[in-house]
């Protein structure tokens, strides 16, 4: 069965400091992978989103995330995170043959000023 | 411009009464879905539509139900709420397979005591 699967659920940092959070989903073939952020009290929000072509996709914000295919990974990363990236993070697939998305459990980013 | 409403934002009942939770939409999508988030579970589908008079069960839908008499609404509903459904309840539409992003509610933050 699909998964996706987000290994940080917690990640403290320094402002300034640089920020990789791990996605890895569990589906060899096409894939299409997103990205949502969640500030604190607000709705979720797409962030990016990767269908094909270049691998690194550039989102809002000053986030990218790089599609590895053979590592199944889709890693979201920041240079230099800022106090206002406190939010949780949510890594999603869409489920193969319906509208469906699988969401992995979330890292929630805590950016010390 | 196209939005999705939640109604209401923040919610208290009692345990055992039936609590009618709505969703709104304007962007005309077919899709709808209702989620919970809960703390280390992520967000979990409660229930899905794909279309008026759809209505699917998710991976948590046991006590909830939904109804679809039109493509902008999709009440859900907690036949006698239960102290284990307190969670933030979040709505989201979405237009078709892979390239679209889902869109998400502000949320409901429904208690029960």
């Known amino acids: 069965a699909q998964s996706v699967s987000q290994h940080n659920h917690h990640v403290i940092l320094s402002e300034a400091a640089s920020l990789e959070l791990g996605c890895n989903y569990s589906?060899?073939?096409?894939?299409?992978l997103f990205w949502y952020v969640q500030y604190p009290g607000q709705h979720l929000q797409l962030l990016l989103k990767?269908?094909?072509?270049?691998?690194l996709v550039k989102g809002i914000k000053g986030f990218e995330a790089e599609f590895i295919k053979s590592k199944f990974s889709f890693n979201l990363r920041k240079p230099s995170v800022q106090w206002s990236d406190t939010a949780e993070y949510f890594c999603a697939v869409p489920k193969r043959g319906t509208y469906k998305y699988i969401f992995g459990t979330g890292t929630r980013l805590k950016v010390l000023a | 411009d196209a939005e999705i409403t939640q109604s209401p934002r923040h919610k208290i009942t009692e345990t055992g009464r039936q609590v009618t939770l709505a969703c709104h939409q304007t962007?005309?999508?077919?899709?709808m879905f209702w989620y919970r988030q809960d703390l280390g579970h992520g967000l979990r589908l409660i229930h899905y539509?794909?279309?008026?008079?759809?209505?699917n069960k998710g991976e948590v839908s046991d006590g909830y139900s939904v109804s679809r008499s039109n493509t902008e609404d999709l009440p859900l509903t907690l036949e006698s709420a239960a102290s284990s459904q307190t969670s933030v309840y979040f709505c989201?539409?979405?237009?078709?397979?892979?390239?679209?992003?889902?869109?998400f509610g502000p949320g409901t933050r429904l208690t029960v005591l």
């Open positions: 990767y269908f094909s072509g270049d691998p």
């Open positions: 989201a539409s979405r237009r078709d397979f892979g390239t679209d992003t889902q869109y």
């Open positions: 589906y060899g073939g096409t894939v299409n």
């Open positions: 539509s794909y279309g008026v008079q759809d209505t």
């Open positions: 962007w005309n999508h077919n899709n």
